[in-house]
């Protein structure tokens, strides 16, 4: 049975006499201002008449060095503390103690060893922190979590300056004695990694808090037995992929959008607990862990309409995509997997216009709220997934009855108002292409030179400029103000120029510009919720032919 020991110590001293390794599988520098801020408050208020008890870390002792199961976050903090102190003390020209600092806590150096990191970071975050924190180079951080730990030593030296301004130096000398004898841990050392596995999600069942993320990995490499190596390199190829692509936050919503694909809508705080009613041995862990690889490609595609996958596709499917990402849609995704991954090259076009379809005629009318519909895109996944639907035109009849008819998306459009500015932008957007003869869009191409343009403002500097919204006759500007029919696109410098100006004046800049929808304002006599409504009708029928259901 392998040996573990359970032993408390302080943390310093455990940093001090020991040297400490974050595996490369392990999630990078999570800890943002307020976790840090919350164990120096800790700190400061334990600070001197008590031990102060900081939880458990769970280590495998490698014989050489300690590698990191559970912990990294206290560790890397407390490091950076360690880091702003020796920094401290050499601006003020204390040389030799910055360096017994640097040399108990930071890293060690011998007459046959070159320097030897006391705390080695994973593969994504140790090469900054070595550099900039460490060797105080000027590095740009190129992850999130290397901006995490530039702000995390930023508030640990304003904290070390602080104490030292107001109390001197040797209350910090004080404060780092404290912190190697005083904040406690308890360290759990395992002789093997499927111990410390089981070890860190027992934890997590007796109250400590755990990622979503960090339970499912470490329940994944304890299943994978003697297929361990393979498991980490499948984990960590994906994982790394994900982050490179996105941040590190995305890693578990693809595991959550995947395993849903497969095996129906799943919560985040259910994910952990269904992986693992389902993957009970080591060849369910790391067939998981392959799909998960393979697929990762399919996601970032997903994700990025400029993805190489969609060379291969028709040049609508980058248009539908951006669509989706467009309007912030994530409920679609496991769908999405599906379909990228069973349907062919012509059939997942057709696939993507339906979803896009739905997810508009859904957002205008609003019946079916998010969860459901993120329960309905999971359940059409499945059954993809399962050969039980094989191409659209079997997804359309599978989802049909619960996608708003024409009828009742162009009765919605015509009332709808829209508060995110983002969501009217892709809606004129698309309303300005439909009603354009070519496919030339110069005009609208360039979404950064474009503004949303309220006709009657949303604050009117004059409501005699505007007298059928006054808003003493029932609130009516307020109803009309953010209807579709009251909105436009406009060159932002056009935009800046008519400001709050009345509808003649804008009426003017309004025919010079070259978007159609806007250009053809000019033709209307006056702005009342008359016209309002009229466009908005109008609107509404070419709506239903831009979102139809046709494939």
Same mark, same amino acid.
């Given at each position: 049975?392998? &040996?573990?020991?359970?032993?408390?110590?302080?943390?310093?001293?455990?940093?001090?006499?020991?040297?400490?390794?974050?595996?490369?599988?392990?999630?990078? !520098?999570?800890?943002?201002?307020?976790?840090?801020?919350?164990?120096?408050?800790?700190? #400061?208020?334990?600070?001197?008449?008590?031990?102060?008890?900081?939880?458990?870390?769970?280590?495998?002792?490698?014989? *050489?060095?300690?590698?990191?199961?559970?912990?990294?976050?206290?560790?890397?903090?407390? +490091?950076?503390?360690?880091?702003?102190?020796?920094?401290?003390?050499?601006?003020?020209?204390?040389?030799? /103690?910055?360096?017994?600092?640097?040399?108990?806590?930071?890293?060690?150096?011998?007459?046959?060893?070159?320097?030897?990191? &006391?705390?080695?970071?994973?593969?994504?975050?140790?090469?900054?922190? %070595? /550099?900039?924190?460490?060797? #105080?180079?000027?590095?740009?951080? +190129?992850?999130?979590?290397?901006?995490?730990?530039?702000?995390?030593?930023?508030?640990?030296?304003?904290?070390?300056?602080?104490?030292?301004?107001?109390?001197?130096?040797?209350?910090?000398?004080?404060?780092?004695?404290?912190?190697?004898?005083?904040?406690?841990?308890?360290?759990?050392?395992?002789?093997?990694?499927?111990?410390?596995?089981?070890?860190?999600?027992?934890?997590?069942?007796?109250?400590?808090?755990?990622?979503?993320?960090?339970?499912?990995?470490? !329940?994944?490499?304890? =299943?994978? *037995?003697?297929?361990? +190596?393979?498991?980490?390199?499948?984990?960590?190829? @994906?994982?790394?992929?994900?982050?490179?692509?996105?941040?590190?936050?995305?890693?578990?919503? !693809?595991?959550?959008?995947?395993?849903?694909?497969?095996?129906?809508?799943?919560?985040?705080?259910?994910?952990?607990?269904?992986?693992?009613? $389902?993957?009970?041995?080591?060849?369910?862990?790391?067939?998981?862990?392959?799909?998960? *690889?393979?697929?990762?490609?399919?996601?970032?595609?997903?994700?990025?309409?400029?993805?190489?996958?969609? =060379?291969?596709?028709?040049?609508?499917?980058?248009?539908?995509?951006?669509?989706?990402?467009? %309007?912030?849609?994530?409920?679609?995704?496991? %769908?999405?997997?599906?379909?990228?991954?069973?349907?062919? #090259?012509?059939?997942?076009? $057709?696939?993507?216009?339906?979803?896009?379809?739905?997810?508009?005629?859904?957002?205008?009318?609003?019946?079916?709220?998010?969860?459901?519909?993120?329960?309905?895109?999971?359940?059409?996944?499945?059954?993809?997934?399962?050969?039980?639907?094989?191409?659209?035109?079997?997804?359309?009849?599978?989802?049909?009855?619960?996608?708003?008819?024409?009828?009742?998306?162009? $009765?919605?459009?015509?009332?709808?108002?829209?508060?995110?500015?983002?969501?009217?932008?892709?809606?004129?957007?698309?309303?300005?292409?439909?009603?354009?003869?070519?496919?030339?869009?110069?005009?609208?191409?360039?979404?950064?030179?474009?503004?949303?343009?309220?006709?009657?403002?949303?604050?009117?500097?004059? @409501?005699?400029?505007?007298?059928?919204?006054?808003?003493?006759?029932?609130?009516?500007? #307020?109803? !009309?103000?953010?209807?579709?029919?009251?909105?436009?696109?406009?060159?932002?410098?056009?935009?800046?120029?008519?400001?709050?100006?009345?509808?003649?004046?804008? &009426?003017?800049?309004?025919?010079?510009?070259?978007?159609?929808?806007?250009?053809?304002?000019? *033709?209307?006599?006056?702005?009342?919720?008359?016209?309002?409504?009229?466009?908005?009708?109008? @609107?509404?029928?070419?709506?239903?032919?831009?979102?139809?259901?046709?494939?």
């Amino acid at each position: 049975m392998a &040996k573990i020991n359970f032993k408390d110590d302080g943390i310093g001293h455990l940093i001090k006499d020991n040297f400490l390794k974050v595996p490369i599988y392990q999630r990078s !520098y999570a800890w943002g201002k307020s976790n840090v801020q919350d164990l120096f408050d800790d700190i #400061k208020n334990a600070y001197p008449a008590e031990d102060y008890f900081i939880g458990t870390m769970v280590v495998t002792d490698k014989d *050489d060095f300690l590698e990191i199961v559970d912990g990294q976050q206290r560790l890397a903090t407390i +490091s950076l503390f360690f880091a702003a102190v020796r920094d401290l003390l050499q601006e003020n020209d204390e040389n030799n /103690k910055a360096n017994i600092v640097e040399r108990n806590y930071l890293f060690e150096e011998s007459l046959r060893e070159d320097k030897k990191q &006391k705390l080695v970071l994973n593969n994504t975050d140790n090469d900054f922190y %070595l /550099k900039s924190i460490i060797e #105080k180079q000027e590095i740009e951080p +190129s992850k999130e979590s290397h901006n995490r730990i530039l702000d995390a030593y930023r508030y640990i030296r304003d904290f070390v300056k602080n104490e030292y301004k107001s109390e001197g130096q040797e209350h910090i000398f004080n404060i780092v004695d404290y912190i190697e004898k005083n904040l406690k841990v308890i360290v759990v050392t395992v002789s093997d990694e499927a111990n410390a596995f089981t070890i860190f999600e027992t934890l997590n069942d007796r109250g400590l808090a755990l990622s979503q993320t960090d339970l499912v990995k470490n !329940y994944l490499f304890n =299943k994978a *037995d003697d297929r361990l +190596s393979e498991a980490r390199e499948k984990w960590t190829r @994906f994982t790394g992929a994900i982050e490179a692509a996105e941040n590190e936050d995305e890693i578990l919503q !693809y595991i959550r959008h995947y395993w849903s694909s497969k095996n129906g809508l799943t919560r985040e705080k259910q994910l952990f607990k269904n992986i693992k009613e $389902k993957t009970a041995n080591k060849n369910q862990a790391v067939t998981l862990l392959s799909n998960l *690889d393979t697929t990762t490609q399919l996601y970032m595609a997903v994700l990025n309409p400029n993805h190489p996958i969609w =060379k291969d596709y028709s040049p609508n499917c980058v248009e539908y995509i951006s669509a989706l990402r467009e %309007l912030r849609l994530t409920q679609n995704r496991p %769908l999405l997997l599906s379909i990228l991954g069973r349907f062919e #090259k012509p059939e997942v076009e $057709k696939a993507l216009k339906l979803i896009v379809s739905w997810s508009v005629r859904n957002l205008i009318t609003g019946t079916i709220g998010a969860g459901t519909l993120e329960k309905e895109f999971s359940n059409q996944a499945v059954l993809i997934n399962e050969s039980s639907i094989k191409n659209v035109l079997e997804l359309r009849k599978s989802i049909i009855n619960i996608i708003p008819t024409d009828e009742q998306f162009r $009765k919605a459009f015509e009332i709808v108002s829209i508060s995110k500015s983002y969501i009217a932008r892709y809606y004129l957007t698309e309303l300005e292409k439909f009603y354009r003869t070519t496919k030339e869009l110069g005009p609208i191409q360039n979404p950064e030179k474009i503004n949303l343009e309220h006709i009657i403002p949303v604050n009117p500097s004059n @409501f005699s400029d505007w007298s059928k919204f006054n808003e003493d006759i029932h609130d009516i500007h #307020k109803s !009309y103000c953010k209807r579709i029919g009251n909105l436009t696109l406009l060159d932002k410098k056009m935009n800046s120029e008519q400001g709050n100006s009345n509808f003649t004046i804008k &009426k003017d800049i309004y025919k010079d510009s070259e978007i159609l929808i806007t250009q053809s304002l000019k *033709d209307y006599r006056r702005w009342t919720p008359e016209e309002i409504e009229g466009r908005q009708t109008e @609107f509404a029928e070419k709506a239903v032919k831009i979102w139809s259901l046709e494939i």
